[in-house]
């Protein structure tokens, strides 16, 4: 397997712009995670869904962030107006989730979002 | 509230010999503690995990320690090498109960630099 893909790599926008960043998952993992790092917080998760239903969003920074799984395959996160604080690496994470909670999360390369 | 610290931000260590990197938390419901490691540009990856019913986990050249009454676990890696040098964080999980899946919550990571 191919691993998390998450695309683009790289994103520099705008303040006040739509961002929206990919994620695929790997095939058969049922849960599926955002992360955001920054210096200050380390990794914090955003949001996860188990079987594309989102499962808690409590992590979510403001109502600008949004994220959909439409189907097992792809998720989006979607930062709509962007501002200068989002600024950070957003992660994708996946997990076969038989495990429970001891189930490794398999972590994507990440976005690297400038928002200027 | 950060329920998981990391207060080095960054090690250096000469090659060959010990690097301890250490852990705190807060939340005493925490059931399992993971380390995962990072290099530059890329995903965090798994590296050893404990849970709270041990109190040692080994792997090669890498053990984790967990001390439940001082809320506190560290990662040893003997001996040290240049390879090693990358991110590492912290991060734990609760059994949410029943098919609930537990959430990870990092810490800020701490740098480690081995020196050849």
């Known amino acids: 397997d191919a691993g998390v893909i998450q695309s683009p790599r790289h994103e520099v926008t705008e303040m006040g712009q739509e961002v929206t960043l990919r994620c695929k998952p790997i095939s058969g993992h049922d849960y599926l995670f955002w992360y955001r790092q920054t210096m200050m917080r380390g990794l914090e998760l955003l949001i996860y869904?188990?079987?594309?239903?989102?499962?808690?969003d409590s992590g979510m920074p403001e109502d600008r962030f949004s994220a959909k799984m439409p189907n097992a395959s792809f998720s989006t996160l979607k930062i709509q107006p962007s501002e200068p604080r989002d600024s950070a690496v957003y992660f994708c994470?996946?997990?076969?989730?038989?495990?429970?909670?001891?189930?490794?999360?398999?972590f994507g390369p990440g976005t690297r979002l400038t928002v200027l | 509230d950060q329920q998981v610290k990391q207060n080095s931000p960054s090690l250096s260590v000469q090659e060959g010999r010990i690097s301890i990197l250490n852990c705190d938390y807060t939340?005493?419901?925490?059931?399992?503690f993971l380390w995962y490691k990072k290099y530059p540009a890329e995903g965090p990856t798994f590296l050893i995990s404990i849970s709270s019913i041990k109190d040692k986990n080994e792997d090669g050249r890498f053990t984790v320690f967990l001390n439940k009454s001082a809320k506190h676990l560290s990662l040893h890696i003997v001996p040290s090498q240049p390879g090693d040098s990358a991110v590492y964080f912290c991060a734990a999980s609760e059994d949410a109960g029943g098919t609930s899946y537990g959430k990870l919550t990092f810490g800020q990571g701490t740098i480690l630099t081995v020196h050849p």
């Open positions: 939340n005493s419901m925490f059931d399992y």
């Open positions: 994470a996946s997990s076969p989730g038989a495990s429970g909670f001891t189930d490794t999360q398999y």
């Open positions: 869904f188990n079987n594309n239903v989102p499962i808690d």
